[in-house]
């Protein structure tokens, strides 16, 4: 078996550091860093608007906990030991990952030895070779919600873990793996001070006395209402990562806000920003830095995704985690929700709501919900816990079908009953205001407010049928749909659809050559206007 014991790159305590706490810049030995606070004073005073200032949060000094020799030499032999098909019934570990084929699967440790020693999620093994090969990594730690996505056509593998610094403050951290039957081997670590820095960079604040305006590359992302005396906008705590459907490594971050004479930093009715982090490799092939691509706003803003202190924050970020993967990934996912009535038992919440849920993309130009669910009955349970933040135990949706009246008779309080079974116009109106709510911010803080937005049903498509396709070239196309990649991401309709890939946004169009009897399939990247890849069938 082989052994890793690699520990976070160095860049993690080497970085410029971000003293804890806004507006103080340190560097390693804990002076103030002059130039960078006199660079600040310059610009604010350059910009007759910017009077906010733009400040992180995190700190540089990360404590990452190693388990002792001895331990490690326990988990080994337990690994050694043991088949993997074994482990899912073995309380020491737990999978987070695994593949349809199980070519690769990825475990947290929870506890080795005589008394099952907790370990707190610290210790990771990644097992490749259909379980012939297990790589122990000590030092990678699995964040609360673990996120992992391997790419076979590039043998590697993000996993979003956790560090925690000295003074006790949690940080997600990417890493990035190759993998192979000969076991698993981390190639890069996004640091999150590194990140925390680049997005400083990025984003400028403008400020007047109505309206604080967030900026990017001189265009604007995302206003928000001033509500007076804000002397920051702090960066660092509520950054996280997740992955998309193309494996890519999605940044978001929510900044907050700190007002003069308040110690603390508050994020109600604060936007959410992503980027793509895509690493980059130096002269020697070996990655050493990376780029934030693709800077915008998201139209969920206005909830706490992780740690939601309202029921209504709770119920929308419930609904976001219990559907994503669930349907065909759009450009935007978005929300719509009614709490009808809750429970409370001890800590225990029951929240009793009509749910919808949809993912957009852009079709034609217009921003149209692509997948996602009709008006839903949902039982979402919560714990609330000391901090009054609700953490959610269980989602549970109505039955489909002839068990669906059975379900909401089961799941439901009686007086909810009719409500449930036969969704009033008023209440599905009310969802789907709230779920266009979120693609009517969206497209406005990119840009785009003058694309309409609608289900599929509310445009008009063009089909083979009007170009007197034949069958057997329809069926050609058909067929290529799923073994073609680039066909694949073509829209079925003559027109286009757009697709944001490693931050660059394509149109995949569709197109007929009435001249030469030809149905051109085109990928093309939008700012250029470049053609990247093209395919041709004769009809």
Partial sequence: MKKKFLALFTSLALVSSLAVGCGKQENTDGATDAASQEESVQETAESEKASIELTGTLDFGWAVDHISDEDFGEMAQILDDEAIEDLPGDSRFQRVYGDLSMEVSVWDLLSVGEGNKDYNDYGTVIVTGSGKTKTVFPEVRHGRCPAVNADFDENTMWLVGEAVSENGVYAEIPYLFTIDSAGAEIIYVVDPVLVQNKLLEMLSVESDDSTISFNYDGDKLYSIENPGNVTNICLGDHISYYLNSGNDLMVKVTPGIKVSGNDDISYDNMPTFIATVVP???????????????????????????????????????????????????????????????????????????AMYGEYEFQNGNFVKCAGSGAIPTVITFVLNDSKEYTIVSYEEAEDGSDFVPSIKKMFPEDLWARCISIEEDDMSELEKMERGYAE????????????????????????????????????????QSTDPLVGKCPMWYGDREVVEEGIRYIYKKEYDEAAKKVIFSKVEQESGKVVESAEYDV
């Fill in 280 to 354: 980059s490799m130096g002269s020697d092939g070996v990655y050493d830095d990376f780029e934030l691509k693709a800077l915008s706003a998201l139209s969920y803003n206005k909830v706490d995704l992780d740690n939601p202190t309202a029921l209504d924050d709770a119920i929308s970020s419930a609904i976001f985690k219990s559907n994503a993967g669930v349907y065909y990934e759009g450009e935007l996912a978005a929300e719509g929700h009614i709490l009808m009535s809750s429970e409370e038992e001890g800590p225990q919440v029951k929240a009793y709501v009509l």
């Fill in 441 to 480: 911010e969206y497209v406005e803080s990119i840009g785009r407010e003058n694309a309409e937005i609608g289900d599929y049903a509310d445009f008009e498509y063009t089909y083979d049928d009007a170009y007197n396709i034949s069958e057997k070239a329809a069926n050609a196309m058909l067929e290529a």
